[in-house]
């Protein structure tokens, strides 16, 4: 009988000598090499149960030049559609044999840029960035870095994978049924709200003006007919006679098309980077 206790932590070397097979044999088991001898793979698989043997991940890594490690850097941890992000994302790494390292830009450009250097230092296989503004300083890092993929509107097209929420496609969708006040509610609000109002006056001839915050989760605008009068009101409620139409990030959706760009881009680096288009919900409420 093996004493556990004998040697804290024992070595693949350990493994082979109770299995009876060579070191070689053992790797590839642990490799899932199929041609290794069924028998062969029961002994190694009974010696690893037998000595309580585990793999040290950080010695594989290091000898491959890449940890099993994906990085994703949030605007803030406290904002409810950045959590239910991180909780998807980790699903779709986890699915893939791969952890999740996570991290808070707190909505500091400065701060997101020194995270990526960061975990380029802890050698991560990819990143996945919820950017704070689509400004420079991260996207300019990872041009030479681990592949990576921005979940945003605002960062130039071709230079890194981008996942980003179908914009027009729902205002026009909105507006064709007739709805003149919508609601924005993205994953990172700060920066598209400019964004937003622009889309909504490219999707048609109105006239847009931000009526008010109605929460944490986005500013609302109301939509009337160009060469109609805009109303004004000092009122926060302004508008509320007709029913608001919310535009708001699928994070699910978001979060699958974004760890399968990075995966992707993992299996083929030289293929042209992708714009991939997520569908956003839409619901209304009076």
Known sequence: MIDKKADARPSIHNVAAYAGVSIATVSKVMQG??????????????AIEALGYRINPLGA????????????IVADFQNAKSAQLLSELEKQVESRGYTLMVASSRGSEDREADLVGRMQDWRVAGIVVESVSGRQK??????????????????TKGVHDLVVDDVPTAIRDALKLGRRRLKSVFLAEGFREEYLKDEIEQAGDCLVR??????????????????????????????RTSKVTHLYSDVINTSVAAVTLLFERLENPETPKAVQKVAMKVSSSP
């Open 138 to 155: 991260a996207s300019l890092l990872l041009e030479e870095g681990p592949p990576a993929v921005f979940l945003g509107n605002h960062l």
């Open 33 to 46: 090499v199929a041609t290794v001898r069924k028998e062969n793979v029961i002994a190694v698989q009974n």
């Open 61 to 72: 890594e290091l000898r491959r030049g890449q940890r099993k490690l994906v990085g994703a």
């Open 210 to 239: 931000k009526v008010s915050d109605l929460d944490m989760s986005g500013p609302v605008f109301l939509i009337d007919e160009a060469g109609q009068t805009v109303q004004h009101s000092n009122r926060p409620d302004e508008g």
